[in-house]
């Protein structure tokens, strides 16, 4: 579909949002009378809303008597409610994702998704292509309650231009590249980094925006949080005060106050980070291959370095179907052709750029990467997505239950220690403290597994 058609149907897209009260009814639906109609919870997102419109179409076509009614919600706490009240309502989400605060595991443990298991022995639906360690972060006692769709870690996005004006050797794309350690990149962003009286004459060597926040404590060989919990979902125990998340902050706190080649939070505010140019390297997650689309300078994609490790977090989104699905099957069907490789998984991954979780779509993937980022061949992309899959883990934020109260916490503890002077050793004392007082306030939890 050409960008002009993009934009016109999501104009009427969200014309049509705004009569229908947040429900699309029938949008490119062959029939509006005959059939079953199923619902499908998404959230609102310019990018992929076209392609939620052009899937139902699609679906609908080889799928007549299943019509998809979309049902639309802004992400976070809004998306939380809205799948609430629709799974105790009369109308179940027939598909949906955990697109709000909370988790996969959340729709678990509160009984709104379904085992898939029976479904997918009797469809036959084949997962070759897949890495079994996505699928298995999304199962429980070997039952299966969600299918991903598509996946990615967290990367090294770095300024092309600017490496080159500084004489810098640009990064290695293999992960296991002994080379590429924090000693080197520390090097790399003080050759690069160029103090300024102001903002318009500065320019930054690296900024850290990894998320979850223990994103940092993994690449020092620790966690804030226990391993149980990401099998069990159940956050019972904390160690966010341990010498290696410690590090971790005070590791984060020095690029900014010690080496000065990271922006205060402020200044990263007022520059707009890593698309304003003035950012030579940017640690982030996978959303970085779309949101830096825009850049107007030439940019790539590293490994993270290694430090005691580089364990990257992986990010990976699934489809779950409602467990009170009045129409299981037809939900069903429609779930299969939203991760199947050849239909729903494939042009998702065209229209937002993230990596796919099959191996038979990543040379695809990493040719249409290769148009934004030329300075890498479509071998290294391969490389680059390939590694972070197999040095990664899935984040934190999808398989413990009730994450978004700790989320807000290591935000609202941490956030000021990166706007003073003071060091990680009374912030993540306070952390531990914290963390444990929402433990309570949470209150004992059933393991998953």
């Not at 005959?34 to 076209?50: C, H, K, S, Y």
Request: charged share 15%; glycine share 6%.
């Amino acid at each position: 579909m050409h960008k002009q058609s993009l934009l016109l149907t999501a104009s009427l897209f969200f014309v049509l949002l705004t009569i229908t009260g947040c429900s699309v009814l029938g949008i490119g639906a062959n029939t509006f009378t005959a059939g079953t109609t199923i619902t499908w919870l998404v959230r609102t997102d310019p990018l992929i809303n076209p392609w939620e419109l052009k899937t139902v179409n699609d679906f609908e076509a080889s799928h007549p008597n299943i019509h998809v009614k979309i049902v639309m919600s802004p992400s976070g706490a809004n998306y939380d409610q809205k799948l609430e009240t629709m799974e105790v309502g009369w109308e179940p989400a027939d598909i949906f994702s955990h697109w709000g605060n909370n988790s996969w595991a959340d729709a678990v443990y509160r009984g709104y998704a379904a085992d898939l298991t029976p479904y997918i022995n009797a469809s036959h639906f084949s997962f070759d292509g897949m890495d079994p360690r996505l699928l298995q972060e999304y199962s429980v006692k070997g039952h299966v309650y969600a299918i991903p769709f598509a996946t990615g870690g967290s990367y090294l996005f770095y300024n092309v231009d600017l490496f080159q004006k500084a004489h810098v050797p640009l990064p290695p794309t293999s992960w296991d590249d002994p080379n590429w350690t924090w000693d080197t990149v520390l090097k790399d962003a003080q050759a690069l980094n160029v103090n300024g009286a102001s903002l318009n004459h500065r320019v930054y060597g690296l900024s850290d925006d990894l998320w979850p926040e223990n994103a940092n404590a993994w690449l020092f060989g620790g966690d804030i949080f226990q391993p149980s919990t990401y099998t069990t979902g159940v956050v019972d125990s904390v160690q966010a005060n341990s010498p290696t998340v410690e590090q971790a902050e005070q590791w984060k706190h020095d690029l900014i106050y010690k080496y000065q080649v990271a922006p205060t939070p402020t200044d990263a505010t007022l520059l707009n980070g890593f698309l304003s140019g003035k950012v030579a390297m940017d640690m982030t997650g996978v959303w970085g291959f779309w949101s830096y689309q825009p850049a107007t300078f030439h940019w790539a994609v590293a490994p993270l370095p290694r430090i005691q490790t580089n364990k990257d977090v992986l990010f990976t989104d699934p489809w779950m179907m409602a467990k009170d699905s009045h129409h299981p099957q037809e939900a069903w069907q429609f779930l299969q052709w939203l991760c199947d490789p050849a239909h729903g998984a494939k042009t998702y991954m065209e229209t937002s750029g993230a990596v796919p979780p099959w191996s038979q779509l990543i040379p695809e993937w990493a040719t249409n990467a290769h148009k934004n980022i030329p300075s890498l061949s479509v071998s290294q992309l391969e490389q680059v997505a390939q590694g972070s899959l197999s040095h990664g883990q899935e984040s934190i934020n999808h398989l413990a239950i009730s994450y978004g109260q700790y989320d807000s916490v290591i935000s609202n503890v941490l956030s000021p220690l990166f706007s003073n002077r003071e060091s990680a050793s009374n912030a993540v004392s306070q952390l531990q403290q914290q963390m444990e007082s929402t433990v309570k306030q949470v209150g004992p939890l059933k393991p998953l597994q």
